[in-house]
């Protein structure tokens, strides 16, 4: 716990100063096919894209388990499962964290939805997602993506903290418009 808190604070003081890499491939455009993936998630069951086809998928990255940005974020989509299940829609959220990480995360926040753990930047590197870093410290940019039943994206939020505790409520007007 004490090191969780060391690096929350240190990622909280440095963040404005965090170095941008840019070690992911192209944001994907709106039209585009879903790039297909298989990650573990906080239980350490693999999850694969292809296995929502038919449904919404709000694919989220988000920097970093227990920290209060992603936690904020966590629980507004927490908040609103049940909405996103008459939606027919799934959220699954991707960081660079670990399978042990995200249980640790989910058991303390009450997180129910799938958490999936890409500590080699696989999925975030295939959706354009940008890594910072402070020190040696590596985390994903706060990005969403939403995807169609066809796979397809439809939707990109680019930079989710501009408008972090309404994030949720937004990802759900766009399935709604979407699907009209």
Same mark, same amino acid.
């Given at each position: ?7 929350s604070l240190?990622? /909280? *003081? *440095? /963040? ?12 994907? $455009?709106?039209? =585009?096919? /879903? ?13 694969? *894209? ?8 709000v ?10 940005? &992603?936690?904020?974020? =966590? ?5 609103? *499962?049940?909405?996103?299940?008459? !939606?027919? !829609? #799934? ?14 995360? &989910? ?8 958490l ?7 999925v #975030? ?5 940008q #890594? +910072?870093?402070?020190?040696?410290? +590596?985390?994903?940019?706060r ?11 439809? +939707?990109?939020?680019?930079?989710v ?7 949720? $409520? ?11």
């Amino acid at each position: 716990m004490k090191r969780i808190l060391q690096v929350s604070l240190a990622m /909280a *003081l *440095l /963040a404005p100063r965090a170095g941008y890499s840019v070690e992911a491939g192209s944001v994907l $455009s709106i039209g =585009a096919t /879903a790039p297909d993936f298989t990650l573990p998630s906080q239980d350490n069951t693999p999850i694969t *894209l292809t296995d929502y086809k038919g449904k919404w998928v709000v694919l989220y990255f988000y920097p970093k388990d227990m920290t209060s940005g &992603c936690t904020i974020e =966590a629980h507004g989509f927490q908040r609103d *499962l049940e909405k996103y299940k008459a !939606a027919n !829609a #799934v959220v699954i959220g991707v960081s660079l964290d670990t399978a042990g990480t995200h249980k640790s995360f &989910c058991d303390k926040e009450g997180l129910t939805f799938r958490l999936l753990a890409d500590p080699e930047h696989k999925v #975030v590197d295939a959706y354009g997602v940008q #890594v +910072k870093s402070s020190g040696t410290i +590596k985390f994903a940019s706060r990005q969403t993506y939403l995807i169609n039943p066809d796979g397809k994206i439809v +939707k990109f939020w680019p930079n989710v903290d501009d408008d972090l505790r309404n994030h949720s $409520s937004n990802v759900l007007a766009a399935i709604a418009t979407e699907r009209k």
